[in-house]
C-alpha cells in the first residue's frame, strides 16, 4: 500500500505549524496586549476561517493564489512559478484555515499572564521585542505547546482547502483526507480503512495531548 499520502500530510502538517507558530505568537500578543481602533474587526478576521465553508475559503485562496491573483503575480516574479498545484501552495492554504486554531490557544495564556509582570519590565525600560521573548513567551509555554498540537492536527485532516487549491496530484498535493476519499470512489475500501484507521490513531494521541496540556495548566 502507498503510503506517500500519509507522508504528504505529515510533512504538510510538520511545515505549516512551524510558520504558522511565527505568525500567530505576534498576532495573538498583538490582539492581546495592544490596544488599536478596529481590534475586534482584526479578530474577527482572524477566526473568519472557522465559519466559512472550506470551499469558499478554498475558492478565494484559489482566486488570490492563481496566476492573475496578487499573491499568484508576486509569487511568479519571485521564482518563476505558479502557487496553484504545487505543495507550496497547499501549505499556503493549510496555514491560512488553520491559523485561528493557533491564535486562540495563544490568546488564552497571554492572557492569563500576570500583568505585573509586564508592568515591571516596563519600569525597566525593556522595549516591546525583549518583552514579548523574555516575558511573554516563557509564561506561556503551555499555550503554545497546545496551538502547535492544534494547528497540526487540524492540517493533518484537512481535505476541502487544500483539494480546492493543491488537486490532488500524487507525490505532491495528493495528502491522506485526498487519497481516502478517492479510495471510497473507486471502491477501495481497505486502503481507506487503513488510512483511515491511521488517521484516528493520530488524531485521538493528539486529543489525549491537548487535554494533558490543558490540565497541566490548569493546575499551574
Keep these: 500500500?502507498?503510503?506517500?499520502?500519509?507522508?504528504?500530510?505529515?510533512?504538510?502538517?510538520?511545515?505549516?505549524t512551524v510558520i504558522l507558530l511565527c505568525v500567530a505568537m505576534p498576532?495573538?500578543?498583538?490582539?492581546?496586549?495592544?490596544?488599536?481602533?478596529?481590534?475586534?474587526?482584526?479578530?474577527s478576521l482572524v477566526n473568519l476561517p472557522l465559519v466559512l465553508p472550506p470551499t469558499v475559503l478554498g475558492f478565494y485562496l484559489l482566486v488570490i493564489m492563481g496566476p492573475d491573483g496578487p499573491v499568484g503575480r508576486a509569487w511568479a516574479a519571485l521564482s518563476g512559478g505558479t502557487m496553484v498545484f504545487t505543495f507550496g501552495g497547499i501549505v499556503l492554504a493549510a496555514m491560512v484555515h488553520s491559523l485561528p486554531f493557533a491564535v486562540q490557544p495563544l490568546k488564552t495564556a497571554f492572557e492569563k499572564i500576570d500583568r505585573r509582570l509586564l508592568e515591571m519590565a516596563d519600569v525597566l525600560g525593556s522595549p516591546p521585542v525583549a518583552v514579548f521573548f523574555r516575558v511573554i513567551l516563557p509564561n506561556a509555554t503551555g499555550g503554545i505547546a497546545a496551538s502547535a498540537v492544534l494547528a497540526f492536527a487540524h492540517t493533518m485532516g484537512e481535505f476541502g482547502v487544500i483539494l480546492?487549491?493543491?488537486?490532488?496530484?500524487?507525490?505532491?498535493?495528493?495528502?491522506?483526507?485526498?487519497?481516502?476519499?478517492?479510495?471510497?470512489?473507486?471502491?477501495?475500501?481497505?486502503?481507506?480503512?487503513?488510512?483511515?484507521?491511521?488517521?484516528?490513531?493520530?488524531?485521538?494521541?493528539i486529543l489525549l495531548l491537548v487535554n494533558y496540556l490543558n490540565r497541566n495548566s490548569r493546575h499551574v
Design 1 to 16: 500500500m502507498d503510503l506517500t499520502p500519509l507522508y504528504l500530510s505529515a510533512k504538510l502538517s510538520l511545515i505549516s
Design 27 to 43: 498576532l495573538a500578543a498583538l490582539l492581546v496586549f495592544v490596544r488599536f481602533p478596529g481590534r475586534f474587526l482584526a479578530d
Design 164 to 205: 480546492m487549491v493543491g488537486g490532488s496530484i500524487p507525490g505532491r498535493t495528493r495528502v491522506a483526507s485526498i487519497a481516502i476519499f478517492e479510495y471510497v470512489e473507486a471502491m477501495r475500501y481497505r486502503e481507506a480503512a487503513v488510512l483511515s484507521l491511521i488517521l484516528v490513531i493520530i488524531s485521538y494521541t
